[in-house]
């Protein structure tokens, strides 16, 4: 278990790496391709619209006509902006521990269909 818990997190710290360099190859460490994604405005403007009026509509338009998409990553964003404060940083940084996560879980569950090691690369093809 301990040598499987070391490659693991192993595969993170190759994951997280391989993340950072693809998105700087790929120039998507600015704000403006985070903005340009019409989903993620909507995400962002219910978030900040929760924090500061603690509701999901806007002025210009209502909650039910307006957003039509679950409301929990909304929530879930507005509570670590209250926490945090609405930076970009703290996106990615919710971003990393939401994957952390779920490669964590894929790694679980693959440790039960999976014999030893090869329970490893489910969550490193994942991660990656």
């Known amino acids: 278990m301990g040598k499987e818990l070391k490659l693991f997190g192993c595969i993170l710290v190759i994951s997280v790496l391989a993340s950072f360099a ?6 998507r460490f600015k704000y403006s391709s985070l903005a340009e ?9 219910t ?6 009026s ?6 210009d338009n209502l909650f039910a006509g307006y957003f039509r998409r679950p409301p929990a990553y909304p929530i879930l964003l507005a509570t670590v ?14 971003h990393l521990v939401l994957w952390g996560f779920s490669l964590f879980v894929l ?13 490893l690369l489910p969550p490193l093809f994942f991660g990656l």
């Not at 994604?37 to 403007?45: C, L």
């Not at 978030?47 to 500061?52: D, G, K, Q």
């Open 22 to 27: 693809i998105a700087f190859f790929g120039g």
């Open 37 to 45: 994604d019409v989903g993620m405005i909507a995400f962002q403007e």
């Open 47 to 52: 978030a900040h619209n929760l924090v500061t």
């Open 54 to 59: 603690g509701s999901f509509g806007t002025q």
């Open 81 to 94: 902006y209250f926490i945090f404060g609405e930076y970009l940083w703290v996106v990615w940084g919710l």
């Open 107 to 119: 790694w679980r569950v693959s440790r039960r269909f999976l014999d030893g090691l090869s329970a």
